[in-house]
């Protein structure tokens, strides 16, 4: 593929309810980021996948939030009982050589939750 | 813990009135710095990396610079499709793998 793919673009939800957003990597990317960037603020990190190691959730903001990757393809990031403040842009990125460490990143989704 | 910023937070320019941008981190052992591009409604665009002090790279009208304390975004004759947020992230030892992000410049450039 052409570069990172995320869906939705968008998503509206109400409060309470679970979404799960996804990510489509390069191909040939071992590494997968996923970040949260607030209405004008800078970009927060959620959690990074490498391989088949054991995924960094060190900035998931709470056990609401969870990530899973099969192999070193498609990565869906899923939020139960979502809430007001988890209105924001879900941004997915990914890299290849662990010299380079270059990120490409998705389009995003934004996600409003009602 | 590390830390990233940049200055201004905003920054309007003329079209053709050069200028730079700040990104300042304070990490232990930086492994790379990184510039971005983001456009309204995009995710960010990679533009430079940079590992070392004294270490430049250049991109049409883009320069990077690195010493041991920040980094600079020079911006020569801007032109109004240069307006963008500009990013800066770094990689320490600290993080490992992750990458820490500044707030951003949003830059405004008028015709």
């Known amino acids: 593929g052409a570069g990172v793919s995320q869906s939705p673009s968008n998503k509206v939800t109400e409060k309470g309810k679970d979404v799960e957003l996804r990510c489509d990597p390069i191909s040939g990317h071992t590494a997968l980021y996923w970040y949260r960037q607030r209405l004008g603020q800078g970009l927060e990190f959620l959690i990074y996948f490498q391989g088949n190691s054991a995924p960094d959730k060190s900035g998931l903001p709470s056990d609401r939030f969870s990530a899973e990757r099969t192999g070193e393809s498609v990565s869906t990031l899923t939020i139960q009982r979502t809430q007001q403040e988890d209105s924001a842009v879900y941004l997915c990125a990914s890299s290849s050589s662990q010299v380079m460490k270059t990120q490409y990143f998705g389009p995003g989704t934004r996600l409003l939750v009602l | 813990e590390d830390q990233v910023t940049q200055s201004p937070e905003a920054l309007r320019l003329q079209e053709g009135e050069s200028s730079s941008l700040n990104c300042s981190y304070t990490?232990?052992?930086?492994?790379?710095l990184f510039w971005y591009r983001q456009d309204p409604g995009k995710g960010p665009e990679f533009l430079f990396t940079l590992y070392s002090a004294g270490e430049e790279k250049e991109k049409e009208r883009l320069k990077a610079t690195l010493t041991k304390k920040e980094s600079f975004l020079h911006i020569t004759a801007p032109k109004p499709e240069d307006s963008a947020t500009y990013l800066c992230?770094?990689?320490?030892?600290?993080?490992?793998?992750?990458?820490?992000f500044g707030p951003g410049t949003r830059l405004s450039v008028l015709p």
């Open positions: 990490v232990s052992g930086l492994r790379g």
């Open positions: 992230a770094v990689r320490s030892d600290n993080y490992g793998q992750n990458f820490v």
